[in-house]
């Protein structure tokens, strides 16, 4: 599947109609989506699907080739899902991970200023606010991680501008820090660019996730725990400090 993203670049594109192709077992495949599919450790969209048999929910996407099929809740064979259907995305979820993988940028930057351009070994931001992310940081004290909470919250408050652009792949080999995860790089495009988000003055990074557009629309993050993975992985658990 190309890595540029209906989501990407139409990310207010909640709803939307799309003609069937394919059904299996527990799945259809579209001929359009604006569901971001997931991936370098973001947990997927999730939508509610109206045809002309009914309705469906669909609870994740699996992209295999070319192929984007989405998951639904049945897992049994689709029937009546036919023709045109409309495609609504839950937008309270889509919004939470916004908000947490705008985060995980935000504490990745402080990490990687304050231990010399340490590097993320692993990331997860699910759907329910929280997430975690690995960094590879042998030798140091849990509690400098832990004490970053108070400066992503100082930046959350700042406001301050999230973009997307693309940059050529040649320009990512020769900035430091562009490509700041060890096993999560979003492949290029099919002419060789790569998708890049920065926070104004804060992070620039490549990226394929979805993000906020200004950082002052998240809620608090909270970082829970930091745990030793392993003798150079230090795991930092976090949350979203959301009402209720
Ligand atoms: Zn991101």
Redo the contacts with the bound molecule.
């Keep these: 599947m190309s890595s540029v993203y209906l989501c990407h670049s139409e990310p207010d594109l909640y709803d939307f109609e799309a003609e069937v192709l394919e059904v299996r077992p527990g799945a259809v495949r579209l001929s359009r989506s604006a569901l971001h599919p997931g991936g370098g450790g973001q947990v997927a969209d999730l939508a509610g699907l109206e045809h002309a048999g009914g309705t469906a929910q669909i609870v994740g996407v699996r992209v295999e080739g070319d192929d984007v099929w989405h998951l639904l809740d049945d897992p049994g064979e689709p029937t009546g899902l036919t023709g045109t259907v409309r495609v609504r995305i839950d937008a309270e979820h889509r919004h939470r991970v916004a908000q947490l993988?705008t985060d995980s940028?935000i504490l990745n930057a402080l990490v990687f200023d304050a231990f010399d351009g340490a590097l993320v070994s692993g990331a997860q931001i699910n759907g329910d606010g929280t997430g975690r992310m690995d960094f590879d940081l042998p030798n140091v004290d849990n509690e400098r991680l832990r004490s970053l909470e108070p400066a992503v919250n100082d930046i959350i408050g700042n406001g301050l501008t999230v973009r997307a652009q693309y940059v050529p792949v040649a320009e990512a080999d020769t900035t430091p820090g562009l490509i700041r995860s060890l096993s999560v790089a979003p492949p290029p495009t099919p002419d060789g660019r790569l998708r890049v988000?920065e926070i104004a003055g804060v992070d620039r990074q490549a990226?394929g996730?979805t993000?906020l557009r200004d950082t002052g629309e998240s809620a608090g993050f909270r970082i829970l725990k930091v745990e030793n993975k392993g003798k150079h992985n230090r795991r930092v658990r976090f949350a979203l400090d959301l009402p209720g």
């Design positions: 993988h940028h988000i990226c996730g993000h």
